[in-house]
């Protein structure tokens, strides 16, 4: 039979009480560092010395003096209440601080989450970093891994979960080969980038209004990733999502030349466990990532491509001298 824990512990309250009244030699000094009354002090210390059976003080008139046992215990006392502080502190830095490991796709680690990492280390120096990419989805439970960033419907029960951003698939391409581009019909005369089926790209030329069209040539690609940097490179036309193509819209090495968009059901989502969710550092990284994405569809708006701002503008003049002229009408 396993046997109980026998240490005989006095309650933490009082060992603090006679802790700092032995410090300062003082129950009203004592008082003012805890926070409370002299009376509680000297009620806490009185109760320490009948439990244990040994008198820490000599109260003579207005004086107080500690006894030689007195002197003896609060060694040990401040040691072990110096081990508790310094174990609490360690433990609480660990929430805060040191190592996080992060786990998302290798797409959105190679062309969303690397390119920030300084950013993060600046406003976060106390937190390092540790990316996983990976394919799956991780377990929490079996994995050593305190974050996740994942792509889906956001469906995950038993996770906390919080959307990163909204999702819209896009046709990109480099600026020069924008130059070349017209009208939406005009990218069946460039190479079409594929990424892992065909089929995405006759929904976008559907929802632009071309019709009757074989959009069948151009390489396939399995990673979003390498579909991105070869259209960056000058290699075709893609499809691309939102938050993957951001940073290179951002810095203008692509371009969107039509402003047709297709809203995409699945996004990007940061996944964690319920339990631990709201440790200091996993919300650090978190709230750092939302406001990442909130930059990222602010600056996207100002720079997301001068072609599809002008489109936009002859669009609505356009429309506004079809107006002007259905109004004469009216009026003749």
Request: charged share 25%; hydrophobic share 45%.
């Amino acid at each position: 039979m396993e046997r109980g824990d026998t240490r005989r512990l006095p309650q933490l309250s009082a060992l603090r009480a006679f802790e700092a009244a032995a410090r300062h030699v003082s129950f009203t000094r004592a008082a003012e560092e805890l926070s409370v009354t002299q009376g509680a002090v000297s009620h806490q210390v009185k109760a320490l010395e009948s439990e244990l059976g040994v008198k820490f003080f000599n109260r003579e008139r207005q004086r107080l003096s500690i006894t030689q046992a007195g002197r003896e215990y609060l060694a040990v006392v401040r040691d072990a209440l110096d081990r508790i502080a310094n174990g609490t502190q360690r433990l609480v830095q660990r929430q805060s601080s040191g190592m996080l490991t992060v786990s998302t796709s290798p797409d959105f680690a190679a062309k969303w989450l690397v390119h920030r990492l300084g950013r993060f280390a600046e406003v976060h120096p106390e937190i390092d970093l540790r990316v996983s990419a990976t394919m799956h989805h991780v377990d929490f439970a079996s994995e050593d891994v305190d974050i996740a960033v994942r792509h889906g419907d956001g469906h995950w029960p038993g996770l906390h979960v919080t959307r990163l951003c909204s999702e819209h698939l896009f046709a990109v391409c480099s600026p020069t080969l924008a130059s070349k581009l017209g009208r939406p019909s005009d990218v069946l005369k460039l190479p079409l980038l594929h990424l892992e089926e065909r089929a995405a790209w006759f929904a976008w030329l559907d929802a632009a209004g071309v019709s009757g069209t074989d959009a069948i040539h151009g390489p396939i690609l399995n990673r979003a990733s390498m579909l991105i940097d070869a259209a960056v490179d000058g290699q075709g036309v893609a499809l691309a999502r939102t938050t993957l193509a951001a940073w290179d819209l951002i810095n203008r090495r692509l371009v969107r030349p039509f402003p047709v968009a297709l809203p995409l059901s699945k996004s990007y989502w940061i996944v964690s466990p319920k339990a631990t969710a709201s440790l200091p550092k996993l919300v650090a990284f978190r709230e750092w990532l939302l406001a990442q994405a909130n930059d990222d569809t602010r600056r996207l708006d100002v720079v997301v491509s001068p072609p599809v701002r002008q489109r936009r503008e002859a669009g609505r003049k356009i429309t506004s001298r079809a107006s002007a002229r259905a109004r004469n009408k009216a009026g003749g």
